[in-house]
């Protein structure tokens, strides 16, 4: 199985990458997940594609409502679809930088 390509975090931690992103012409973002790992602690075991579930997600703005659209699914290879979600919701963009953001309480896996 291929290994996701590695990528560096802003503070140089090794990750690795499990999206694929794209923005289309009209301004879309989608984005695909391209690996799924079981997690025990901080062991992770990678899933072979042929049974690994799948997440596509469309997000938009929607100049008719005034919202940002989104569409999610979760398909796996084996069972089929499993979950679908289309909705919209409106940002509460505040003000601030990331590095204002405390992340002390996020779990790292990497």
Known sequence: MESPPVCRTRDSAPCR???RLH??????L???SVDTWL???????PVPRRLSARVDLTERWDDESET???DVSLTNPVLGPVFEYRGSFVYDP???SLDDVDTRGIERRF
């Open 17 to 19: 990458r499990a999206l």
């Open 23 to 28: 923005v289309s012409a009209e301004g879309w």
């Open 30 to 32: 989608r984005m695909r």
């Open 39 to 45: 997690w025990f602690g901080r062991l992770r075991i």
């Open 68 to 70: 940002q659209r989104v």
């Open 94 to 96: 505040r003000g601030g």
